[in-house]
Every structure is written in structure tokens, then in C-alpha cells.
């Protein structure tokens, strides 16, 4: 080599695309090798390749909530343990809430990579563990403290110089309900940061480590120049945007997220420091966590289609308040941190909306709506727990309707549950799987409809838990589009015995009792006069409006 | 006198045959156009151009895209869809998951059925199969009026349990009968797909009425054209299983033809492996826009028992062929200073900027023309003639942009693509627990071969084989496949409370029932076969693995549950890596599948004519950013024991073989090239 030169866009592109292979290649790994389905189908788990100083080279599609979260787990370990802390051979695991962001339920799972005795990076993955030993199955809808919710690990040493450690696999499986899967993910997680060793010595043996350094310089420019660009087309200027969880799930007080997003030239800062103090109930989430949500929020937006790395999110500033909901410390609790990170994602979405109007889309209906049913099987005296998130409306957006019946962004790809699956597994029927219909926001384009979910109990007695949100702040139209209808959950409908309820724990139920789950819609997205009535009559046809709907909001007969 | 035995692929634009002639022991090819008005008029030319006629086919395959084509162009029948009263959304919501996860404007593909053209029926069975509520014969009938009255092309029935107790779908087909006669054809959902998911079998219960109709049409105006010129043997059809089936019973199970279209190369896959004894290929089919890979595993292929088609799912027995990216079509971008290499697709229209379709920007094809690595008089057969300055206007543009020399970012272009495609067959492997370099590369198409040293140097892989025939491959490999007739029911126990003479039963029954369907293929008892497995998870998981039984009467054998435990143990651990012996287990389907062998064509070993000399020429090709000379020659100069050393390229008249520095090509007995790293 002759000249000095920045390396060639062939070698760079080569490179980049090594790297987000290197990531993928990891993910296979831990989807292959995960016992738990909520990993392997939920995509509940996110992998990153870093380099030495923390930044992302390649991170994989896992659970888009997990974007941008992993290297602050070698961050945080590094400022404790000192950069002589990493020894060739160790792979860490974490999963404090206040450290990582996330619930006690996900694991992160990293490791130092040296090449010739230097330190070049680190791999590292997330994943969601079934149980942790919290003081109910899975997980409690009620906790008050974070000491109810299971085990709880600052960065410790799992694997040490290439041996396992059996004493701590040993703790972790003694302190799930789950044992077995547990220690077999923690497997999957090992051999997925040890797929992502291997890459990325085998990327800088292939291609040096000059070249290596110099093609991830570039990259990461080329990111950051991209989203400065996109930054910058967005008008300067302060955008707001609030709304509210319906409680934190033991007390009645709504639940405010508030934030501003300030455009100045080419750099956005989201700031949430107005948001409500922490809850005592489990809907604060770390710090870390409401920056990854910002970091999605502002991804969607603007760069959507590439992968992330290490200049991505550089022109963003996200400032969280210390003691907030969003920024939560010792002892409040976390199990259900992603639920007012799926309105933070809304209402980013929703402050830009008039300045970014092709990007932008009506609210989702906005939360896993999680229904868990539980009993005793009469049939053989096993006991059984169905536990299924519930899928609703999205919101509209210039030149589309919003989808029918869809998951919600943090829970992947899951699929719902067959009910000829659920009917065979567990002693219930479901009477009713349907759209519900008027359900979405009205708009020139129509928000999603939700959908109605009805189980009759076919067993002397079982219990009931319910986790449904955003009745108070249901998902919002855009640009003269209309809100949506709230979710609703009824037992035993139109008898002397109805009840309603959202958030629910141990309810008792006994056979012929019928569980009439509703979720919302998404938001519409125009006026909805402005609707051409041939969709208007198709929407009637397919009884996704009624006629009467059709007539007053949309004025077509 | 039947000498040929003939396989026929009608493409959209050209129509191959592929012959082996039993007299000479050879294979012949020919090509022709196709000919939309009558398709058999393509066959017939085609035949023509190898001395051959329908009269002289002794045995005769077909592998039709016409169902693909119906659902991809959304022209197939308009169905009236009849579900159980209170699911009857279950096929819009369609399990309500999102496959794109960055994406809030992430729509489902659109149902093939509105839902004002769902009828609920009243009508109800439980998880036993016992009913609940007696079905609703008057809604059947008002169905069908509206059938008739709206013109609908098809009738759906896809009811919930119907996969454990068929009475309700059968009581409504004959009601359907009654009412309409056989002028709306009816597809139930067991007969289609007898396992448990109720959506999975609704959207491939949807897709047969959607597409059937088109296809029996089809194959009845083949055949009967083919019969009236002569031909005396049965029409077999190509599976999406990599087996075959006469034309009479692939218009009963149509769906089992809509994906066979690139099976065909992957059952060439199959004969290579056998005909060569290297029994694990990864075979990759490169064309002008698209790429797709296959993997032979242990000289078998590698069959899934669902498939997903532009979203929709399909139960049955499906080849798996992995579409990776869009190869040769891809087009080459700045994007903030940098290189990008797709994912954007010039498509075929307006395909390369050398296609003078009106396409500007370069692609993969384009970069391969500037760097000398096609002959553009040869391309596609010399039916196509390839602008080399189009292409090197549109790579020089981009150059400039990038501040690179054109013939620098050409190789560039061709490098970046090289590595993608690499790193999608790694994930794919690593996916499947599968390690490459135990693995030979198979490369067909017409870029296939073009590509292929420098995928298999990314994958260290140790070999490239090109077969004969590239750009007609699937035809070939079509005429070496089997007879194959899939059955398979739901079976949901716990291996702990397993009736082991119930089970039993079922397979016997399903053997039953194959060895029938056989025979109605013309395959003698003696010369059946069939294959029974068993889908089969630990008790929690999701996925199944499919464990194959050492016959129907396994199950009644004593110690049969910790057999088959440690069966399934060992094949979880080879699979995913890890394995739980130990562990409950339960099963949760039953698999039969019957193979008749209608004979092959024997191997054809080409004699060695004197020594292994070829005429060859010099043309410059650029490899390692310069232009180097390099030795081309004509595929049909070359024989049995040549040797080329490269740099060189190989043309012939549907395929380009690149030969990079350091690789050596040999020809073997059978007229294959093989590649190595010297």
C-alpha cells in the first residue's frame, strides 16, 4: 500500500455487511439452542457485536425495544471492574433492573473478544427468561418493590478463563420455577456470545485490524451522516406530546409519560424529565430502557431500514429525570417497564407527526394485553397456565389504513394462540375469535380495529389475571383522524354477575364462566368526511364499520 | 417404441426438454418458445429439436408453475369461504404476528378472501372431535344459493376440529353437491391438510380453491393435447415435495403442485449426490434477478412439512428453497458515501442496464459484463445480446460518484454481492446445525456457475460441482425423481399416555392408504414403499422435529417409548445443539409417505475421445482488479478427464462458468465439472 487513503467503499461495504452477518449469526445461534418459546417464537432477546470502546458494529433484529441496550452493560461493568477487569476466556451476566432498564426476567449475557492479547470488543446478547423466581409464576402484576421479583444480579462472572462456573448456573436454576429451561438458556446465551467471539476474530483475521478499524470509522459516518440529514429535513422547533397509563396496577392514579422533542439543526433531544415520579406499582422501568425506547421511536422514524450500529443515534439526546417513572431507582419496581415505554414510542411518534407526516401513524392500541387463565386440568390433575399477550388495532397513516388485529411492537412476532392449540392443551372453549367491529379510529384512512377473545371455563375452578392498559389514553388519531375505542374486559356479559375489569389478579372463576376479552384499535389517520365512500362501503361490507358508523361519521349511506 | 424418457419445463418465455434417449444412453436438451395460445406446441417444437416425438416417450414428467402463476397474479377462482360460527376471522387475523419488527406501517398480506365472503356456520365440534352443536345444514344451503347466484369459482370449507372428526365438512360437501352439482368445485380442509392449526389450514385449504380450478384445466388440455399427438404413457407432475404424481391424481391434490416450480433443481441435487456419492450439497440457482438455495442432507432433500407463500401458510410437504436477495438483478447505489449492493431489484424489467430495457442503474449482471465474466453474445442460449457500453456507462456513472475507477468498482460490486450471498448461506447452515465445509456447492442456472468460486472461497467450502445442462437443471433433475404420495394426521399425546397399539392402528391405516394410492399410480405393491415418521417435541416446545419410525408396526414393539426418546434426543442434539434426555416428550402428528421407483435413467458415462485437448481462446477478464488473460472455451470442446486451469470461463449455451486464478476445473465421466482451490 502506497498512498494514504480512507479505506474504499468496497472493503467498507464488505466489512459492514461481515458485521451484521457476525450478528445474525449469533441470533441463529441463540434462537437455535433457546429452550423457552418465548425466546425462540417472541424473538424476546436481542444480540450486538461491539468493538472496544462500547460501540455497536452489528446488532441483530431481536425485540426493537432492546435496540441500542446492550452496550451498557459492558459500559457499567467496565466503570465497576475497570478495563482490567476483562480477562480472555470470561463471559458476564447481568440483569439489574436499575442497571440494565429492563425487568429481572431478562438476562444479558456478554463477553470480552482479544485478539494478540488486546482487547478488539465484546459480544453480547439479551433474552427474556421464563422465571426468576419472583414471587409469582412468571412474573407478578402487583409487585410494590423490586425484591419481589425475582433474583436480582449486578455484572457477575459466569464463565471464568473458558470454565463454567457451576456455582452460579447452580443459583440461577435454584432460584426459577423453571430450572431446566433456565440453565439451558443460560447455555444459549453462552454459546451465542461465543459465536459472536469467533466472527469477529475471524473478520479481523481475514482483513487486519487496520482495515478493520478503519472500514468501522467509515461506517459509522456514513451512518451518522445519513441521520443527520434526516435530522435536519425536520423543521426546527419544540414538539410535546402526553398521555397516560390508567394506573400502575395496584393504585387508581393515571400514570402521566410526558415529553418534548426539540429539533435544532441537525440534532434531536427527547427529553422525559416531566414525566410522572416512580410508581409503587411495576410500571417504572432503568434509565437505560427509556433511552432504548426513545432510540426506537426516533429509528422508525428516521432510518428505519438500516441496521444499527455504533453512529447510529449520535445527532440524538434523550434526558431522563432521576426518580421518575422512566428513570427508576432502588426499590420500585419494574416487572411491567415495557408498558409505558409502548406509549413513549406513540407519543415521540406523535409530537413529530405535523413535521414528519409521511412517517408518522396513529397510535397503536398500545400494550401487551395479557390475559393469564390458571387452574387444575380435572382431567388428569395436572395444573395448567395459559398466558397470552392479545393482538389489536393499529394506527393509520398517509395512504394506508391501519392493520386489523395485529401484535404489539414489543412483543415481536409472537403469534397468537390456535384455538383448536388452546382448546386441546387447556379446559376451556372459545366461543368467539373476531374483529371488533367500529373499534379502530375513523379517519380519510381508517385506524385498526381490534379484536374480541372469548373463553368459557370448562373446569370446576380456575383463576383469573388480567393485565389491559390505555383506556384512559386509547390510541389517538392523526390529522383530524379520530381516537379510538378503549379495550374492555368483561365476565359472565349480559348476566346478573357481570363484572368489568382491566388489571386483575387470583380471580376466581368456576366452569360456564365466560371471560369477554375486547382490545382497542389503532388510530385513524385524515378526516374522516374525506374518506372516498367506495372504502366506506367496503368497510360496511366487510363489517368492519357498521352502516350507522358509516352514516354519521363518515356521512355515507 | 418408446426410446425417451421426458421431462417438460414451459416458462414463461422458453419451453425445455430434457430427454435421456434409452437406445443411445444419452441426454439431450431442447429449447423452444413457448407458445401461450398452445402450450403443447412449444413441447411439440422443443421435442423436435432433439429428434423426438410424443409417440416415442416412453415416460414423461411435467412440472408446471401454472397455480404459481394464478396466485401470484391474483387471478385464480373467486371462493366463498365457509368457517365455524365464531372463527370465522381467523383467516384475516391470520395469528395476528408482524414479520417486519421496525416497521409502523407493517400491513398483512392481503387475504385471498374477503371477509363479506366468510360464512359462519352454526355447527360445532370439541377438542375430542365429539360434537358440540349439530352443524347448520339450512346455512349451507343458503351458501350455496349465494354460490350460484354470486358466481363465486370455488367453495372453501375449513372447520374448526374437522382435522380429528371430518363429518361436519363432509355432511357440507354433500349438501354443496346437492345443491350446485359439480359446476363449483369444493375443497374441505382435512382432505387438504388433516392437521391441527385452524388458521394454517384454512389458508391452504383457500389456496387450493384459489388455485386448484386453474390447474386441472390446465393439465386437462395438456394432456389430452399431448395424447391426440401420440403420446401413449401417463403425464406425471411435479411435486412440491420433490415427488411425482400422474396428471389424474394431481388434479385431485392440485395444492401439491404449487410450489414445485424450482423443486426440480434440488431433486437434481438429489441424483448428483447420488450419481457422484457426495451426499451433502448446498445447490444454489443463481438466474439473471433472482438467487435461491437448497440443501441435500445426507443424499436426501431437505423437506419441511410447511411452507409460507408471499405470507400465507401451506400444510404440506414443501422442499425447502431459501430465496436470498435478488443475485444477478441487484442493483449497485450510493447511500451517504457508501457502497451499497441491493436490496433493491432491477427485476427483469427493466432488468440491467445491458438488457437496453430501459434500465440505468448497474447491477450485478451489469458488473459481471464490464469485468469480462459473461459473453454477451451467449447470453441466455444467444437468444439475448447483452450493451456491454450500457453496462459500462452505468458502472462509470456510480464510479464517479464514488470516486472509484469503473473497472475497479465493477469487481467491487461483484465482491460485495459474493460476500452477502456467503454470509445468507452461513446463517442458513448455522440455522439448520450444519457446517458448510462438510458440504459441496452445486451452481445452476445461468449465473449460478458464474458465481459460484467465489461463494464457495467465502464459505470454505473445498468444491464447486457445475452439473450438465445448468440452465436446465430442474428439467433434469426432474427426470430422476420418484413417485411420492404424503399422508399425515394430527396425533396430540403425551408419550407417557401413548396407546402404542392405537398408534399403531393409524399407521397401519395410513399405510393402507398409501400403498392404494400407489397402485392407482401404477406402482405395484411389491415395488412400494413407505416411509412413516412422527413430529415429535419435548413436552413445552413449540417446534417439532420429524423422527422417522423403522416401520408401522414399531410403535407395538417392546421399549418402543424409550427408543423412540432416544431417537428424538439424538436428533434434537444434532439439530439445535443441546438435547434433555429425560425429559417428557409428546407427539403431535403422524406422517406416512409412499415411494414408488418408476426406474431412472441410468448414469451416462461419456467416453474419453482422444486425450483431453479443446480449442480454447484468449479474452481478457478482469480478476484482483486487473485485467488478466484467461482461457475460454466452449463447455461442449470439453471432455471427460479435460483439465482447465484458471483463469478461464467455460460458455455454453444456457450458462457461464467462471474459473478464478488458483481454481482448477475438471471434467469427470459424466460429463460434470468440478472446481477446487488448487
Given amino acids: 500500500m502506497t498512498a494514504v487513503r480512507t479505506l474504499d467503499p468496497i472493503t467498507t461495504e464488505i466489512v459492514r455487511s461481515a458485521f451484521s452477518a457476525a450478528a445474525d449469526e449469533m441470533n441463529a445461534t441463540l434462537i437455535r439452542s433457546a429452550y423457552t418459546p418465548i425466546i425462540y417464537e417472541m424473538k424476546d432477546c436481542s444480540v450486538a457485536l461491539l468493538d472496544a470502546d462500547h460501540r455497536v458494529l452489528g446488532q441483530s433484529a431481536g425485540l426493537p425495544i432492546f435496540l441500542g441496550n446492550l452496550e451498557i452493560c459492558t459500559r457499567l461493568t467496565e466503570e465497576m471492574y475497570g478495563r482490567e477487569g476483562w480477562q480472555p476466556g470470561d463471559v458476564w451476566i447481568m440483569n439489574d433492573s436499575y442497571l440494565t432498564g429492563t425487568h429481572l426476567n431478562d438476562m444479558t449475557v456478554f463477553g470480552p473478544i482479544f485478539v494478540d492479547d488486546e482487547l478488539v470488543g465484546f459480544a453480547a446478547c439479551r433474552a427474556h427468561w421464563l422465571d426468576v423466581g419472583a414471587k409469582d409464576p412468571g412474573g407478578p402484576m402487583d409487585s410494590t418493590e423490586i425484591y419481589q421479583e425475582g433474583i436480582r444480579l449486578g455484572p457477575m462472572k459466569v464463565v471464568d478463563g473458558g470454565v463454567q462456573r457451576r456455582d452460579v448456573a447452580d443459583l440461577l436454576g435454584r432460584n426459577s420455577r423453571f430450572s431446566y429451561p433456565a440453565v439451558g438458556d443460560l447455555g444459549a446465551q453462552i454459546a451465542c456470545v461465543r459465536t459472536g467471539q469467533r466472527r469477529l476474530e475471524a473478520i479481523i483475521a481475514k482483513y487486519g485490524k487496520e ?8 461506517i459509522f459516518a456514513q451512518t451518522e451522516r445519513f441521520e443527520r440529514a434526516a435530522v435536519a429535513a425536520i423543521p426546527d422547533g419544540v414538539y410535546r406530546a402526553e398521555g397516560s397509563l390508567d394506573n400502575d396496577g395496584n393504585g387508581t392514579d393515571p400514570c402521566w409519560v410526558r415529553l418534548t422533542v426539540e429539533i435544532r439543526g441537525d440534532e434531536m433531544t427527547i427529553d422525559l424529565t416531566e414525566t410522572d415520579d416512580a410508581k409503587h406499582g411495576p410500571v417504572n422501568c432503568g434509565e437505560a430502557q427509556a ?49 409505558p415505554l409502548g406509549l413513549l414510542i406513540d407519543l415521540v411518534v406523535k409530537a413529530l407527526a405535523d413535521v414528519l407526516p409521511d412517517q408518522a401513524a396513529g397510535a397503536s392500541y398500545g400494550d401487551s394485553m395479557v390475559i393469564g387463565i390458571t387452574g387444575i386440568d380435572h382431567r388428569n390433575g395436572r395444573p395448567w397456565l395459559d398466558l397470552e399477550p392479545t393482538v389489536g388495532g393499529w394506527g393509520a397513516w398517509r395512504g394506508s389504513d391501519g392493520e386489523d388485529g395485529l401484535i404489539n411492537n414489543v412483543n415481536g412476532s409472537l403469534k397468537d394462540l390456535p384455538i383448536e392449540v388452546l382448546e386441546t392443551k387447556f379446559p376451556m372453549r372459545m366461543t368467539e375469535y373476531a374483529f371488533r367491529t367500529d373499534s379502530g379510529g375513523a379517519g380519510r384512512w381508517r385506524g385498526g380495529n381490534g379484536i374480541v377473545r372469548e373463553y368459557t371455563i370448562d373446569c370446576p375452578e380456575a383463576q383469573l389475571f388480567l393485565w389491559f392498559e390505555r383506556s384512559v389514553t386509547p390510541a389517538w388519531g392523526l390529522a383530524g383522524g379520530g381516537d379510538a375505542t378503549p379495550p374492555v374486559v368483561v365476565v359472565n356479559p349480559n348476566t346478573g354477575h357481570e363484572r368489568r375489569m382491566l388489571k386483575a389478579s387470583r380471580v376466581a372463576l368456576v366452569r360456564g364462566d365466560v371471560i369477554r376479552t375486547m382490545t382497542g384499535g389503532g388510530g385513524g389517520f385524515g378526516e374522516p368526511r374525506e374518506r372516498d365512500p367506495e372504502d366506506v362501503r367496503r368497510d360496511v361490507r366487510n363489517r368492519h364499520v357498521t352502516p350507522e358508523a358509516a352514516r354519521d361519521v363518515y356521512g355515507v349511506e | 417404441m418408446s426410446r425417451f424418457r421426458v421431462s417438460m419445463d ?13 437406445e443411445a444412453g444419452t441426454y439431450v436438451a431442447g429449447k423452444s418458445s413457448t407458445t401461450p395460445h398452445d402450450l403443447t406446441e412449444g413441447v411439440l417444437d422443443a421435442l423436435a429439436t432433439i429428434d423426438s416425438h410424443p409417440e416415442l416417450c416412453g415416460f414423461t414428467v411435467h412440472g408446471t408453475t401454472q397455480g404459481l402463476n394464478a396466485f401470484l397474479q391474483r387471478r385464480g377462482e373467486r371462493v366463498l369461504l365457509l368457517a365455524t360460527a365464531g372463527a370465522g376471522d381467523v383467516y384475516h387475523i391470520a395469528r395476528g404476528n408482524r414479520t417486519r419488527l421496525y416497521d409502523i406501517h407493517f400491513r398483512k398480506p392481503t387475504p385471498l378472501v374477503p371477509r363479506a365472503d366468510i360464512v359462519e356456520i352454526g355447527g360445532r365440534l370439541n377438542y375430542a372431535g365429539e360434537e358440540l352443536e349439530p352443524l347448520d345444514v339450512d346455512a349451507i344451503r343458503a351458501a350455496a344459493h349465494r354460490a350460484r347466484e354470486e358466481g363465486f369459482g370455488a367453495v372453501a370449507v375449513a372447520f374448526l376440529f374437522s382435522f380429528l372428526e371430518p363429518a361436519h365438512e363432509l355432511e357440507a360437501e354433500r349438501v354443496l353437491l346437492e345443491e350446485l352439482g359439480d359446476a363449483i368445485p369444493v375443497s374441505l380442509s382435512h382432505r387438504i391438510a388433516r392437521e391441527w392449526r385452524e388458521y394454517e389450514r384454512t389458508s391452504s385449504t383457500v389456496l387450493d380453491a384459489y388455485t386448484s380450478p386453474v390447474v386441472r384445466r390446465y393439465l386437462d388440455r395438456l394432456e389430452a393435447a399431448l395424447q391426440q399427438k401420440g403420446l401413449r404413457v401417463p403425464l406425471h407432475v411435479m ?50 434477478t433472482s438467487f435461491d438455495v437448497s440443501l441435500v442432507v445426507d443424499g436426501r432433500p431437505d423437506v419441511s412439512t410447511e411452507a409460507s407463500l408471499e405470507g400465507f401458510p401451506l400444510l404440506m410437504s414443501v422442499v425447502n428453497i431459501h430465496t436470498v436477495g435478488a443475485g444477478g438483478g441487484s442493483i449497485a447505489h450510493a447511500e451517504a458515501g457508501g457502497l451499497r449492493v441491493g436490496p433493491e431489484s432491477a427485476g427483469a424489467d427493466p432488468g440491467p442496464a445491458c438488457y437496453r430495457r430501459g434500465g440505468t442503474q448497474p447491477t450485478v449482471t451489469d458488473a459481471n459484463l464490464v469485468l469480462g465474466r459473461v459473453d454477451p453474445a451467449w447470453f441466455a442460449g444467444g437468444q439475448m445480446t447483452l450493451d456491454v457500453e450500457a453496462a459500462r456507462r452505468a458502472v462509470a456513472t456510480l464510479a464517479d460518484e464514488l470516486n472509484l475507477d469503473p473497472v475497479e468498482l465493477a469487481e467491487g460490486i461483484c465482491d460485495v454481492i459474493n460476500a452477502k450471498m456467503a454470509q445468507a448461506i452461513r446463517t442458513l447452515t448455522v440455522e439448520k446445525g450444519i457446517e458448510p465445509r462438510e458440504f459441496a456447492l452445486v451452481a445452476f442456472g445461468g449465473a449460478g456457475p458464474m458465481h459460484a468460486a467465489f461463494l464457495a472461497q467465502e464459505l470454505d467450502v473445498p468444491e464447486v460441482i457445475v452439473p450438465r445442462f445448468p440452465g436446465a437443471f430442474s428439467a433434469w433433475g426432474m427426470l430422476e425423481t420418484a413417485i411420492r404420495k404424503d399422508f399425515a394426521r394430527s396425533y396430540f399425546t403425551p408419550l407417557a399416555d401413548l396407546h402404542h397399539e392405537d398408534l399403531a392402528a393409524v399407521l397401519a391405516g395410513q399405510e393402507r392408504e398409501a400403498v392404494e394410492a400407489l397402485a392407482e399410480e401404477g406402482i405395484s405393491e411389491s415395488a412400494a414403499r413407505v416411509e412413516h415418521a412422527l413430529d415429535i417435541r419435548y413436552v413445552g416446545q413449540e417446534y417439532t422435529l420429524t423422527i422417522p419410525l423403522e416401520g408401522a408396526d414399531e410403535p407395538a414393539a417392546d421399549g418402543f417409548p424409550e427408543t423412540l426418546s432416544s431417537r428424538f434426543d439424538a436428533a434434537h442434539e444434532t439439530r439445535f445443539g443441546h438435547a434433555n434426555p429425560g425429559a417428557p416428550i409428546e407427539l403431535v402428528a403422524v406422517r406416512s409417505t409412499g415411494l414408488g421407483d418408476l426406474g431412472r435413467a441410468e448414469p451416462q458415462r461419456l467416453g474419453s475421445r482422444d486425450g483431453a485437448g479443446y480449442p480454447s481462446e484468449e479474452q481478457a477478464i478482469v480478476f484482483g482488479r486487473r485485467e488478466r488473460s484467461a482461457r475460454v472455451a466452449r463447455r461442449d470442446d470439453l471432455q471427460p478427464g479435460s483439465v482447465v486451469e484458471g483463469p478461464a470461463m467455460i460458455v455454453e449455451a444456457t450458462a457461464t462458468t467462471v474459473v478464478p486464478p488458483g481454481w482448477t476445473l475438471r471434467v469427470d465421466e459424466f460429463g460434470t465439472l468440478t472446481m477446487e482451490l488448487s
Avoid: H
Avoid at chain 1, 438500516?306 to 434526558?319: Q, S
Fill in chain 1, 211 to 218: 482495515t478493520i478499524d478503519a472500514a468501522r470509522d467509515e
Fill in chain 1, 291 to 339: 433511552i432504548s425506547a426513545c432510540r426506537v421511536a426516533y429509528k422508525l422514524l428516521i432510518n428505519p431500514g438500516n441496521p444499527p450500529n455504533g453512529g447510529a443515534f449520535r445527532p440524538l439526546t434523550v434526558e431522563v429525570r432521576r426518580g421518575s417513572m422512566l428513570g427508576a431507582e432502588e426499590p420500585y419496581p419494574c416487572q411491567w417497564y415495557f408498558t
Fill in chain 2, 10 to 22: 414451459i416458462g414463461g418465455t422458453f419451453t425445455d426438454v430434457v430427454a435421456y434417449d434409452e
Fill in chain 2, 239 to 288: 411435486q412440491s415435495s420433490g415427488g411425482i404424481v400422474t396428471a389424474q391424481s394431481a388434479r385431485q391434490l392440485s395444492l401439491q403442485t404449487l410450489l414445485s416450480g424450482p423443486v426440480g433443481g434440488t431433486m437434481g441435487g438429489v441424483a448428483l449426490a447420488r450419481m457422484l456419492d457426495r451426499p451433502n450439497l448446498i445447490c444454489i440457482d443463481m438466474g439473471g
